[in-house]
Protein backbone atom coordinates (compact mmCIF):
# COMPACT_ATOMS: atom_id res chain seq x y z
CA UNK A 1 0.00 0.00 0.00
CA UNK A 2 2.72 2.66 -0.98
CA UNK A 3 4.31 4.37 -3.67
CA UNK A 4 7.74 5.83 -4.03
CA UNK A 5 8.33 9.87 -4.38
CA UNK A 6 12.26 10.64 -5.12
CA UNK A 7 13.02 13.67 -5.42
CA UNK A 8 16.40 16.00 -5.70
CA UNK A 9 16.92 19.35 -4.10
CA UNK A 10 18.91 21.09 -6.85
CA UNK A 11 21.38 23.88 -5.84
CA UNK A 12 19.40 26.58 -5.97
CA UNK A 13 17.52 25.08 -3.21
CA UNK A 14 14.05 24.07 -5.19
CA UNK A 15 12.49 20.55 -4.60
CA UNK A 16 12.33 18.93 -7.76
CA UNK A 17 9.94 16.31 -8.66
CA UNK A 18 11.95 12.90 -10.18
CA UNK A 19 9.03 10.35 -9.13
CA UNK A 20 5.75 11.20 -7.81
CA UNK A 21 3.85 8.91 -5.81
CA UNK A 22 3.57 8.05 -2.04
CA UNK A 23 6.96 7.45 -0.27
CA UNK A 24 8.89 10.89 -0.39
CA UNK A 25 12.46 12.07 0.57
CA UNK A 26 11.91 15.40 2.58
CA UNK A 27 13.96 18.27 3.70
CA UNK A 28 17.62 18.10 1.92
CA UNK A 29 15.61 15.76 0.06
CA UNK A 30 11.97 17.19 -0.09
CA UNK A 31 9.90 16.68 -3.21
CA UNK A 32 6.93 19.06 -4.73
CA UNK A 33 6.74 20.91 -1.20
CA UNK A 34 9.09 22.60 0.57
CA UNK A 35 9.90 24.33 3.91
CA UNK A 36 11.25 27.61 5.20
CA UNK A 37 11.18 28.93 8.79
CA UNK A 38 7.90 31.09 9.74
CA UNK A 39 4.09 31.37 9.52
CA UNK A 40 2.58 31.80 6.00
CA UNK A 41 -0.34 33.92 4.92
CA UNK A 42 -0.30 32.24 1.60
CA UNK A 43 -0.49 28.47 2.70
CA UNK A 44 -3.59 29.17 4.52
CA UNK A 45 -5.64 26.79 2.12
CA UNK A 46 -3.86 24.01 3.77
CA UNK A 47 -5.25 24.54 7.30
CA UNK A 48 -8.37 25.06 5.49
CA UNK A 49 -9.07 22.49 3.46
CA UNK A 50 -12.32 20.14 3.90
CA UNK A 51 -13.02 16.27 3.95
CA UNK A 52 -13.06 14.24 1.43
CA UNK A 53 -16.43 13.17 0.31
CA UNK A 54 -18.13 11.38 -2.55
CA UNK A 55 -21.28 11.94 -4.85
CA UNK A 56 -22.87 8.50 -6.14
CA UNK A 57 -25.44 11.01 -7.91
CA UNK A 58 -23.02 12.98 -9.60
CA UNK A 59 -24.40 14.14 -13.42
CA UNK A 60 -23.18 14.43 -16.99
CA UNK A 61 -22.24 16.48 -18.64
CA UNK A 62 -19.87 18.42 -16.14
CA UNK A 63 -20.72 22.00 -15.71
CA UNK A 64 -19.80 24.69 -18.41
CA UNK A 65 -16.64 26.86 -16.96
CA UNK A 66 -17.94 30.42 -17.08
CA UNK A 67 -16.46 32.13 -19.28
CA UNK A 68 -14.44 29.25 -21.01
CA UNK A 69 -13.60 28.96 -25.03
CA UNK A 70 -12.16 26.36 -26.88
CA UNK A 71 -9.21 26.50 -28.72
CA UNK A 72 -5.21 26.86 -28.34
CA UNK A 73 -2.35 24.62 -27.23
CA UNK A 74 -1.63 24.23 -23.58
CA UNK A 75 1.67 23.61 -22.57
CA UNK A 76 2.15 21.63 -19.64
CA UNK A 77 6.18 21.96 -18.12
CA UNK A 78 7.05 19.01 -16.03
CA UNK A 79 10.36 18.59 -14.32
CA UNK A 80 9.82 14.76 -13.78
CA UNK A 81 9.92 12.12 -16.81
CA UNK A 82 7.16 9.58 -15.28
CA UNK A 83 8.78 5.71 -16.14
CA UNK A 84 5.86 4.84 -18.27
CA UNK A 85 2.43 6.56 -19.58
CA UNK A 86 1.10 3.05 -19.98
CA UNK A 87 -2.78 3.14 -18.41
CA UNK A 88 -1.39 -0.40 -16.70
CA UNK A 89 1.21 1.17 -14.58
CA UNK A 90 0.58 4.87 -14.57
CA UNK A 91 1.39 5.40 -10.83
CA UNK A 92 2.92 8.87 -10.10
CA UNK A 93 1.30 12.31 -9.47
CA UNK A 94 2.40 14.00 -13.22
CA UNK A 95 1.43 10.72 -15.40
CA UNK A 96 -1.80 10.36 -13.11
CA UNK A 97 -3.01 14.01 -13.58
CA UNK A 98 -2.30 13.68 -17.25
CA UNK A 99 -3.53 9.86 -17.46
CA UNK A 100 -6.79 10.33 -15.58
CA UNK A 101 -7.26 13.97 -16.83
CA UNK A 102 -6.76 14.08 -20.60
CA UNK A 103 -6.64 10.01 -21.58
CA UNK A 104 -7.71 7.42 -20.06
CA UNK A 105 -11.69 7.08 -18.00
CA UNK A 106 -12.41 5.02 -15.20
CA UNK A 107 -14.91 2.97 -12.67
CA UNK A 108 -14.55 6.04 -10.89
CA UNK A 109 -12.84 9.61 -10.66
CA UNK A 110 -12.53 12.88 -8.65
CA UNK A 111 -14.80 15.78 -8.97
CA UNK A 112 -12.81 19.29 -6.97
CA UNK A 113 -15.84 21.27 -5.64
CA UNK A 114 -14.83 24.40 -3.91
CA UNK A 115 -11.41 22.92 -3.44
CA UNK A 116 -12.36 19.48 -2.03
CA UNK A 117 -11.68 16.15 -4.18
CA UNK A 118 -14.96 14.43 -4.30
CA UNK A 119 -15.28 11.05 -5.76
CA UNK A 120 -18.08 10.07 -8.16
CA UNK A 121 -19.34 7.54 -11.36
CA UNK A 122 -17.41 7.99 -14.40
CA UNK A 123 -17.37 4.71 -16.60
CA UNK A 124 -19.52 3.21 -13.65
CA UNK A 125 -22.76 4.24 -12.89
CA UNK A 126 -22.54 4.61 -9.41
CA UNK A 127 -20.02 4.05 -6.76
CA UNK A 128 -20.24 0.54 -6.89
CA UNK A 129 -22.18 -1.40 -4.40
CA UNK A 130 -20.35 -3.52 -1.47
CA UNK A 131 -21.22 -6.57 -0.11
CA UNK A 132 -22.48 -7.08 3.56
CA UNK A 133 -19.28 -9.26 4.07
CA UNK A 134 -17.15 -7.09 2.21
CA UNK A 135 -15.85 -9.47 0.11
CA UNK A 136 -17.39 -8.31 -3.44
CA UNK A 137 -18.00 -5.07 -5.09
CA UNK A 138 -19.86 -4.73 -7.90
CA UNK A 139 -20.44 -1.92 -10.46
CA UNK A 140 -22.65 -1.33 -13.04
CA UNK A 141 -20.74 0.69 -16.49
CA UNK A 142 -22.10 3.05 -19.06
CA UNK A 143 -23.10 1.60 -22.27
CA UNK A 144 -22.26 3.48 -25.85
CA UNK A 145 -18.71 4.28 -24.96
CA UNK A 146 -16.31 4.57 -27.53
CA UNK A 147 -12.35 4.63 -27.77
CA UNK A 148 -10.43 7.11 -29.10
CA UNK A 149 -10.39 5.11 -33.13
CA UNK A 150 -14.10 4.82 -32.77
CA UNK A 151 -14.53 1.38 -31.77
CA UNK A 152 -16.81 0.40 -28.73
CA UNK A 153 -15.66 -0.15 -25.44
CA UNK A 154 -16.84 -3.97 -24.33
CA UNK A 155 -17.00 -5.54 -21.06
CA UNK A 156 -14.25 -7.91 -21.68
CA UNK A 157 -12.13 -4.78 -21.84
CA UNK A 158 -12.59 -3.60 -18.05
CA UNK A 159 -11.40 -7.31 -17.10
CA UNK A 160 -8.52 -7.62 -19.79
CA UNK A 161 -7.47 -4.11 -18.06
CA UNK A 162 -7.02 -5.40 -14.93
CA UNK A 163 -5.79 -8.83 -15.60
CA UNK A 164 -2.69 -6.29 -17.33
CA UNK A 165 -2.43 -4.76 -14.29
CA UNK A 166 -0.42 -8.24 -12.82
CA UNK A 167 2.22 -7.91 -15.61
CA UNK A 168 4.48 -5.84 -13.14
CA UNK A 169 7.70 -6.86 -15.23
CA UNK A 170 6.50 -5.42 -18.19
CA UNK A 171 3.60 -2.44 -18.78
CA UNK A 172 2.39 -2.87 -15.40
CA UNK A 173 6.07 -2.07 -13.56
CA UNK A 174 6.26 0.80 -11.19
CA UNK A 175 2.34 0.38 -11.10
CA UNK A 176 0.46 -0.11 -7.26
CA UNK A 177 0.09 -3.61 -6.07
CA UNK A 178 -3.31 -3.09 -3.92
CA UNK A 179 -5.16 -5.88 -6.56
CA UNK A 180 -2.14 -8.28 -5.50
CA UNK A 181 -3.50 -7.68 -1.79
CA UNK A 182 -6.84 -7.77 -2.06
CA UNK A 183 -8.26 -9.44 -5.28
CA UNK A 184 -9.03 -13.25 -5.35
CA UNK A 185 -6.12 -14.54 -6.68
CA UNK A 186 -4.03 -11.76 -7.23
CA UNK A 187 -1.24 -12.98 -4.77
CA UNK A 188 -0.54 -15.51 -7.45
CA UNK A 189 -1.45 -14.46 -10.73
CA UNK A 190 1.41 -13.44 -13.10
CA UNK A 191 -1.22 -11.16 -15.78
CA UNK A 192 -2.07 -12.52 -19.45
CA UNK A 193 1.14 -12.29 -21.07
CA UNK A 194 2.61 -14.78 -18.45
CA UNK A 195 -0.35 -17.09 -17.87
CA UNK A 196 -3.04 -16.36 -20.81
CA UNK A 197 -4.43 -19.61 -19.78
CA UNK A 198 -5.18 -18.97 -16.41
CA UNK A 199 -8.54 -18.06 -15.03
CA UNK A 200 -8.18 -14.97 -12.79
CA UNK A 201 -11.06 -15.23 -10.33
CA UNK A 202 -10.44 -11.68 -9.37
CA UNK A 203 -12.77 -10.07 -11.47
CA UNK A 204 -16.16 -11.47 -13.02
CA UNK A 205 -18.83 -10.05 -15.22
CA UNK A 206 -22.68 -10.81 -15.50
CA UNK A 207 -24.44 -9.83 -18.36
CA UNK A 208 -23.41 -7.12 -20.58
CA UNK A 209 -22.62 -4.13 -18.49
CA UNK A 210 -21.65 -5.54 -14.91
CA UNK A 211 -18.07 -6.13 -12.98
CA UNK A 212 -17.81 -7.97 -10.15
CA UNK A 213 -15.27 -7.53 -7.96
CA UNK A 214 -13.85 -10.90 -5.70
CA UNK A 215 -11.88 -9.92 -2.79
CA UNK A 216 -9.90 -11.88 -0.17
CA UNK A 217 -10.23 -9.48 2.36
CA UNK A 218 -12.34 -6.18 2.89
CA UNK A 219 -11.13 -3.36 1.28
CA UNK A 220 -14.08 -0.41 2.19
CA UNK A 221 -12.48 1.83 0.03
CA UNK A 222 -12.05 0.18 -2.97
CA UNK A 223 -14.21 2.46 -5.13
CA UNK A 224 -11.70 5.30 -4.64
CA UNK A 225 -8.81 2.08 -5.98
CA UNK A 226 -11.34 1.99 -9.17
CA UNK A 227 -10.06 5.46 -9.98
CA UNK A 228 -6.63 4.28 -10.96
CA UNK A 229 -5.89 4.37 -14.78
CA UNK A 230 -5.58 0.43 -14.36
CA UNK A 231 -9.30 0.17 -14.37
CA UNK A 232 -9.30 1.89 -17.59
CA UNK A 233 -11.12 -0.22 -20.36
CA UNK A 234 -7.91 -1.98 -22.76
CA UNK A 235 -8.89 -4.13 -25.98
CA UNK A 236 -7.09 -7.21 -26.06
CA UNK A 237 -6.93 -7.42 -29.52
CA UNK A 238 -5.46 -4.17 -29.92
CA UNK A 239 -2.66 -4.15 -27.38
CA UNK A 240 0.96 -3.67 -28.67
CA UNK A 241 2.37 -4.18 -25.00
CA UNK A 242 5.50 -2.51 -24.28
CA UNK A 243 4.61 0.73 -27.54
CA UNK A 244 1.12 0.54 -26.16
CA UNK A 245 1.92 3.78 -24.44
CA UNK A 246 2.94 5.04 -27.58
CA UNK A 247 0.02 5.30 -29.38
CA UNK A 248 -2.61 3.70 -26.53
CA UNK A 249 -6.69 3.60 -27.18
CA UNK A 250 -8.56 6.72 -24.94
CA UNK A 251 -12.03 7.26 -24.12
CA UNK A 252 -10.61 10.72 -22.30
CA UNK A 253 -11.43 13.69 -24.41
CA UNK A 254 -7.74 13.68 -25.94
CA UNK A 255 -5.82 11.09 -27.44
CA UNK A 256 -1.93 10.34 -28.25
CA UNK A 257 -0.50 11.69 -31.42
CA UNK A 258 2.75 11.43 -30.60
CA UNK A 259 4.87 9.91 -27.02
CA UNK A 260 8.98 10.58 -26.93
CA UNK A 261 9.76 9.06 -23.24
CA UNK A 262 11.15 11.41 -21.14
CA UNK A 263 10.65 14.22 -23.37
CA UNK A 264 7.07 15.49 -25.06
CA UNK A 265 3.64 14.07 -25.27
CA UNK A 266 1.66 15.91 -27.85
CA UNK A 267 -2.46 15.60 -27.56
CA UNK A 268 -5.31 16.40 -29.40
CA UNK A 269 -8.82 16.07 -29.31
CA UNK A 270 -10.36 12.58 -29.08
CA UNK A 271 -13.28 13.03 -31.74
CA UNK A 272 -15.29 9.93 -29.69
CA UNK A 273 -14.79 11.61 -26.36
CA UNK A 274 -18.95 11.77 -25.18
CA UNK A 275 -19.34 15.08 -22.79
CA UNK A 276 -23.03 13.73 -22.04
CA UNK A 277 -21.43 10.40 -20.43
CA UNK A 278 -18.39 12.55 -17.89
CA UNK A 279 -19.39 14.32 -15.38
CA UNK A 280 -15.90 16.06 -14.98
CA UNK A 281 -13.85 16.51 -17.75
CA UNK A 282 -13.92 19.38 -20.48
CA UNK A 283 -12.62 19.86 -23.68
CA UNK A 284 -11.80 23.58 -24.43
CA UNK A 285 -8.34 23.25 -25.55
CA UNK A 286 -7.17 21.99 -29.31
CA UNK A 287 -4.24 20.12 -27.86
CA UNK A 288 -1.78 18.95 -24.69
CA UNK A 289 2.28 19.48 -25.15
CA UNK A 290 3.24 17.83 -22.09
CA UNK A 291 7.26 18.61 -21.85
CA UNK A 292 9.02 16.54 -19.33
CA UNK A 293 12.26 17.22 -18.09
CA UNK A 294 12.10 20.90 -18.28
CA UNK A 295 14.15 22.82 -15.89
CA UNK A 296 11.80 24.22 -13.47
CA UNK A 297 13.92 27.52 -13.17
CA UNK A 298 13.95 28.33 -16.33
CA UNK A 299 10.13 27.46 -17.11
CA UNK A 300 9.01 29.43 -14.87
CA UNK A 301 10.83 32.29 -15.39
CA UNK A 302 9.98 32.31 -19.26
CA UNK A 303 6.24 32.01 -18.36
CA UNK A 304 6.59 35.05 -15.82
CA UNK A 305 8.16 36.65 -18.74
CA UNK A 306 5.96 36.17 -21.12
CA UNK A 307 8.71 34.78 -23.73
CA UNK A 308 7.42 32.41 -26.57
CA UNK A 309 4.58 30.18 -25.62
CA UNK A 310 5.17 31.26 -21.29
CA UNK A 311 1.65 33.17 -21.96
CA UNK A 312 -0.47 29.19 -22.90
CA UNK A 313 2.35 27.20 -20.30
CA UNK A 314 1.70 25.77 -16.80
CA UNK A 315 4.87 25.05 -15.09
CA UNK A 316 3.30 21.94 -12.38
CA UNK A 317 6.97 22.16 -10.38
CA UNK A 318 7.65 23.50 -7.12
CA UNK A 319 8.25 27.09 -7.13
CA UNK A 320 11.93 27.99 -7.42
CA UNK A 321 12.93 30.88 -5.02
CA UNK A 322 14.01 33.37 -7.89
CA UNK A 323 10.69 33.74 -8.44
CA UNK A 324 8.73 33.78 -5.10
CA UNK A 325 9.23 37.60 -4.93
CA UNK A 326 7.29 37.66 -8.31
CA UNK A 327 4.88 35.16 -7.64
CA UNK A 328 4.15 36.95 -4.30
CA UNK A 329 3.87 40.50 -5.63
CA UNK A 330 3.91 41.83 -9.19
CA UNK A 331 2.73 37.83 -10.50
CA UNK A 332 0.85 36.70 -8.18
CA UNK A 333 -2.45 36.52 -10.46
CA UNK A 334 -0.18 34.08 -12.32
CA UNK A 335 0.19 31.62 -9.41
CA UNK A 336 -2.12 29.53 -6.83
CA UNK A 337 -1.15 27.63 -3.80
CA UNK A 338 -3.46 25.06 -2.29
CA UNK A 339 -4.07 21.86 -0.07
CA UNK A 340 -1.67 18.73 -1.29
CA UNK A 341 -1.26 14.88 -0.57
CA UNK A 342 1.87 15.11 1.00
CA UNK A 343 3.68 15.27 4.53
CA UNK A 344 7.24 15.03 5.40
CA UNK A 345 9.02 13.83 8.70
CA UNK A 346 11.97 13.80 10.76
CA UNK A 347 12.69 10.26 11.87
CA UNK A 348 13.38 8.82 15.06
CA UNK A 349 14.29 5.18 15.57
CA UNK A 350 11.59 4.40 18.33
CA UNK A 351 13.44 0.99 18.67
CA UNK A 352 16.34 3.15 20.26
CA UNK A 353 15.80 6.62 21.41
CA UNK A 354 13.17 6.34 24.32
CA UNK A 355 10.57 8.39 24.24
CA UNK A 356 11.89 11.08 26.84
CA UNK A 357 14.64 11.54 24.32
CA UNK A 358 12.26 12.10 21.85
CA UNK A 359 10.42 15.17 23.64
CA UNK A 360 13.97 17.00 23.88
CA UNK A 361 14.98 16.17 20.57
CA UNK A 362 11.18 17.93 19.65
CA UNK A 363 12.11 21.23 21.89
CA UNK A 364 15.89 21.41 20.28
CA UNK A 365 14.72 20.32 16.74
CA UNK A 366 15.80 23.82 14.73
CA UNK A 367 13.37 24.09 11.98
CA UNK A 368 13.54 27.62 10.79
CA UNK A 369 17.41 27.33 10.83
CA UNK A 370 17.61 23.83 8.23
CA UNK A 371 15.02 25.62 6.13
CA UNK A 372 16.73 28.72 5.50
CA UNK A 373 21.04 26.80 5.04
CA UNK A 374 18.45 25.04 2.83
CA UNK A 375 17.27 28.11 0.63
CA UNK A 376 13.40 26.50 0.34
CA UNK A 377 10.73 28.29 -0.79
CA UNK A 378 8.20 29.61 1.47
CA UNK A 379 5.31 29.06 -1.30
CA UNK A 380 5.48 25.39 -1.42
CA UNK A 381 4.70 24.64 2.27
CA UNK A 382 3.09 24.67 5.85
CA UNK A 383 4.59 23.18 8.80
CA UNK A 384 3.04 20.37 10.42
CA UNK A 385 1.61 19.27 13.68
CA UNK A 386 0.04 16.18 12.96
CA UNK A 387 0.77 13.42 11.30
CA UNK A 388 -1.65 13.43 8.15
CA UNK A 389 -2.20 16.54 6.16
CA UNK A 390 -5.27 18.02 6.56
CA UNK A 391 -6.64 17.34 2.74
CA UNK A 392 -7.23 13.63 4.73
CA UNK A 393 -10.86 12.71 5.35
CA UNK A 394 -11.80 13.33 9.02
CA UNK A 395 -8.45 15.46 9.43
CA UNK A 396 -8.61 17.41 12.66
CA UNK A 397 -6.12 19.63 13.47
CA UNK A 398 -5.31 20.02 17.47
CA UNK A 399 -2.51 22.06 19.14
CA UNK A 400 1.34 20.90 18.91
CA UNK A 401 2.51 18.46 21.63
CA UNK A 402 5.51 17.63 22.92
CA UNK A 403 6.90 20.79 21.43
CA UNK A 404 6.39 19.71 18.24
CA UNK A 405 5.97 22.81 16.82
CA UNK A 406 6.93 22.16 12.94
CA UNK A 407 8.37 25.64 13.06
CA UNK A 408 10.77 27.84 14.85
CA UNK A 409 14.41 27.87 15.61
CA UNK A 410 14.28 25.25 18.72
CA UNK A 411 14.92 25.62 22.61
CA UNK A 412 18.21 24.44 22.82
CA UNK A 413 18.82 26.26 26.51
CA UNK A 414 15.41 24.30 27.75
CA UNK A 415 16.59 20.91 25.71
CA UNK A 416 19.84 20.92 27.38
CA UNK A 417 18.00 21.48 31.00
CA UNK A 418 15.68 18.43 30.01
CA UNK A 419 19.19 16.52 29.12
CA UNK A 420 20.89 17.01 31.94
CA UNK A 421 17.83 16.35 34.64
CA UNK A 422 17.63 12.92 32.59
CA UNK A 423 21.04 12.44 32.97
CA UNK A 424 21.40 12.13 29.38
CA UNK A 425 24.09 14.88 28.59
CA UNK A 426 26.70 13.80 25.47
CA UNK A 427 23.22 11.24 24.13
CA UNK A 428 24.63 10.54 20.59
CA UNK A 429 22.08 10.99 17.69
CA UNK A 430 23.29 9.73 13.97
CA UNK A 431 22.20 9.94 10.67
CA UNK A 432 23.22 9.82 6.78
CA UNK A 433 22.99 13.00 5.09
CA UNK A 434 23.45 13.99 1.46
CA UNK A 435 26.87 15.56 0.69
CA UNK A 436 26.88 16.10 -2.70
CA UNK A 437 24.96 19.45 -3.18
CA UNK A 438 26.20 22.98 -0.97
CA UNK A 439 22.54 23.29 0.39
CA UNK A 440 21.99 19.72 1.56
CA UNK A 441 25.29 19.93 3.32
CA UNK A 442 24.42 23.77 5.04
CA UNK A 443 20.76 21.97 5.82
CA UNK A 444 22.58 19.37 7.59
CA UNK A 445 25.36 21.94 9.65
CA UNK A 446 22.13 23.86 10.99
CA UNK A 447 20.85 20.25 12.05
CA UNK A 448 23.90 19.39 13.57
CA UNK A 449 24.67 23.04 14.88
CA UNK A 450 20.93 23.21 16.82
CA UNK A 451 21.09 19.48 18.11
CA UNK A 452 24.87 20.11 19.50
CA UNK A 453 23.59 23.58 20.97
CA UNK A 454 21.10 21.39 23.68
CA UNK A 455 23.55 18.70 24.46
CA UNK A 456 23.05 15.99 21.91
CA UNK A 457 26.70 14.65 20.43
CA UNK A 458 26.07 14.04 16.96
CA UNK A 459 27.49 11.68 14.39
CA UNK A 460 26.37 12.42 10.73
CA UNK A 461 27.62 10.43 8.04
CA UNK A 462 27.71 12.12 4.61
CA UNK A 463 27.33 10.42 1.14
CA UNK A 464 26.45 10.26 -2.11
CA UNK A 465 22.67 10.89 -3.32
CA UNK A 466 23.21 7.41 -4.81
CA UNK A 467 23.68 5.84 -1.46
CA UNK A 468 21.25 7.98 0.48
CA UNK A 469 18.23 6.58 -1.04
CA UNK A 470 19.69 3.17 -0.06
CA UNK A 471 21.17 3.82 3.37
CA UNK A 472 17.68 5.26 4.70
CA UNK A 473 15.91 2.59 3.65
CA UNK A 474 18.22 0.11 5.02
CA UNK A 475 16.85 -0.12 9.14
CA UNK A 476 19.28 -2.46 10.48
CA UNK A 477 22.06 0.37 9.95
CA UNK A 478 23.75 1.34 12.96
CA UNK A 479 21.84 4.91 13.47
CA UNK A 480 19.10 6.10 14.96
CA UNK A 481 17.33 8.80 13.09
CA UNK A 482 16.63 9.66 9.54
CA UNK A 483 15.75 5.87 8.94
CA UNK A 484 12.56 4.67 6.92
CA UNK A 485 9.97 7.26 4.58
CA UNK A 486 11.43 10.51 4.95
CA UNK A 487 7.61 12.14 3.65
CA UNK A 488 4.58 10.05 2.76
CA UNK A 489 1.61 11.00 0.14
CA UNK A 490 -1.73 9.42 -0.11
CA UNK A 491 -2.78 7.18 -3.13
CA UNK A 492 -6.77 8.47 -1.93
CA UNK A 493 -7.17 11.15 0.69
CA UNK A 494 -8.59 8.59 3.81
CA UNK A 495 -6.88 7.25 6.47
CA UNK A 496 -6.44 3.46 5.58
CA UNK A 497 -4.00 4.67 3.14
CA UNK A 498 -2.34 6.92 5.76
CA UNK A 499 -1.76 5.34 9.00
CA UNK A 500 -1.66 1.35 8.02
CA UNK A 501 1.32 1.58 6.23
CA UNK A 502 3.43 3.96 8.35
CA UNK A 503 2.39 2.66 11.70
CA UNK A 504 1.35 -1.23 11.66
CA UNK A 505 5.02 -1.89 12.01
CA UNK A 506 4.99 -4.16 9.27
CA UNK A 507 7.72 -1.96 7.15
CA UNK A 508 10.16 -1.79 8.79
CA UNK A 509 12.32 -4.50 7.19
CA UNK A 510 12.04 -2.43 3.95
CA UNK A 511 12.15 0.51 6.01
CA UNK A 512 8.81 1.70 4.88
CA UNK A 513 7.55 3.12 7.92
CA UNK A 514 7.91 6.24 9.98
CA UNK A 515 10.31 6.42 13.32
CA UNK A 516 10.60 1.94 13.11
CA UNK A 517 6.82 2.29 14.83
CA UNK A 518 5.49 -1.21 15.94
CA UNK A 519 2.94 -1.25 18.62
CA UNK A 520 0.39 -4.49 19.08
CA UNK A 521 -2.29 -1.88 20.54
CA UNK A 522 -2.06 0.13 18.14
CA UNK A 523 -1.71 -2.15 15.27
CA UNK A 524 -5.23 -3.66 16.36
CA UNK A 525 -6.79 -0.01 16.11
CA UNK A 526 -5.49 0.34 12.99
CA UNK A 527 -6.79 -2.92 11.43
CA UNK A 528 -10.45 -2.02 13.21
CA UNK A 529 -10.40 1.27 11.46
CA UNK A 530 -9.09 0.25 7.89
CA UNK A 531 -12.10 -2.29 7.87
CA UNK A 532 -14.86 0.34 8.75
CA UNK A 533 -16.20 2.58 5.80
CA UNK A 534 -14.31 5.29 5.21
CA UNK A 535 -16.40 8.35 6.27
CA UNK A 536 -17.12 6.78 9.42
CA UNK A 537 -13.73 6.01 10.12
CA UNK A 538 -12.36 9.60 9.32
CA UNK A 539 -12.37 10.45 13.33
CA UNK A 540 -11.13 7.02 14.47
CA UNK A 541 -8.34 7.83 12.51
CA UNK A 542 -7.92 12.04 13.76
CA UNK A 543 -7.76 10.31 17.40
CA UNK A 544 -5.24 7.91 16.39
CA UNK A 545 -2.87 10.63 15.03
CA UNK A 546 -3.32 13.03 17.98
CA UNK A 547 -2.68 9.27 19.98
CA UNK A 548 0.13 9.26 18.58
CA UNK A 549 1.68 12.38 18.81
CA UNK A 550 1.07 12.44 22.50
CA UNK A 551 1.97 8.75 23.72
CA UNK A 552 4.63 7.72 21.29
CA UNK A 553 5.91 10.96 18.72
CA UNK A 554 7.72 8.35 16.90
CA UNK A 555 8.27 11.32 14.11
CA UNK A 556 8.63 15.17 13.97
CA UNK A 557 6.01 16.29 11.34
CA UNK A 558 7.69 18.66 9.52
CA UNK A 559 6.02 20.18 6.69
CA UNK A 560 2.64 19.62 4.86
CA UNK A 561 3.32 20.06 0.94
CA UNK A 562 1.30 22.51 -1.20
CA UNK A 563 -0.27 22.14 -4.92
CA UNK A 564 1.24 25.02 -6.48
CA UNK A 565 1.04 26.48 -10.34
CA UNK A 566 2.76 29.15 -12.32
CA UNK A 567 1.20 29.74 -15.25
CA UNK A 568 0.74 32.13 -18.61
CA UNK A 569 -0.80 34.83 -18.72
CA UNK A 570 -3.41 33.42 -21.90
CA UNK A 571 -4.26 30.35 -19.52
CA UNK A 572 -7.45 30.64 -17.07
CA UNK A 573 -9.07 28.90 -14.88
CA UNK A 574 -6.07 27.20 -12.83
CA UNK A 575 -8.43 24.79 -10.53
CA UNK A 576 -5.79 22.97 -8.29
CA UNK A 577 -6.33 19.16 -7.63
CA UNK A 578 -5.25 17.96 -3.46
CA UNK A 579 -5.05 14.71 -4.76
CA UNK A 580 -2.05 15.16 -7.40
CA UNK A 581 -0.65 18.54 -6.35
CA UNK A 582 -1.49 19.32 -9.75
CA UNK A 583 -4.35 21.63 -11.75
CA UNK A 584 -7.37 20.04 -13.49
CA UNK A 585 -5.48 19.82 -16.78
CA UNK A 586 -9.12 19.57 -18.47
CA UNK A 587 -10.59 22.60 -16.80
CA UNK A 588 -7.85 24.90 -18.43
CA UNK A 589 -8.15 27.17 -21.39
CA UNK A 590 -6.45 29.53 -23.25
CA UNK A 591 -8.06 33.46 -23.71
Known sequence: MRRTKLVALTTSGVLALTLAACSSSGPGGGSKGSSTGGNNTLNAANSKAAALGTDATATSPAAPVPGAKTGGIININ???A????DPSGIYYTDSGAVG???????????????????????????LGTESADGLTWTFHVKTGIKYSDGSPVKLADYVYAIKRSFAQDTVAANGPNYQMEFLKGGSTYK?????PDVNFPGVTTEGDNTLVFHLVKKMPAFNFFASFTQFSPIPQSKDTRGNYQLHPLTTGPYKVDSYTKGQKMVLSKNPYWDAKTDPVRHQYANGYVINFNVDPKQSQQRILSGSGVGTTSVDINAVDSSVVSQVTGAKKDQFVSGPGACEYYVNMDTRKIPFNIRKIIAIAWPYNNIRKAAELATVNYEPATTYAPPSLQGFKAYPPVNGATGQGPGDPAKAKAMLKAAGKLGYQLSWYYRNDTPTRVAANNAKVAGL?????????????GQQYTTKIANTTLPVN???????WCYD???GDAEYPPLFNGAGIANGQTVGEFSNPKITKEINEYSAMEPAAAGPKWAALDKQLMTD????????????????????????????????????????
Do not use: C, H
Open 78 to 80: DGS
Open 82 to 85: PPTM
Open 100 to 126: NGLLFRTLTQYKIVDGKAVLVPDLATN
Open 191 to 195: GPFKQ
Open 452 to 464: EAAGFKVKAIGVS
Open 481 to 487: MGQGVPG
Open 492 to 494: WPT
Open 552 to 591: YLPALPDYYALSTAIFGTQIKNVVLNPNNEIPVLSALYVS
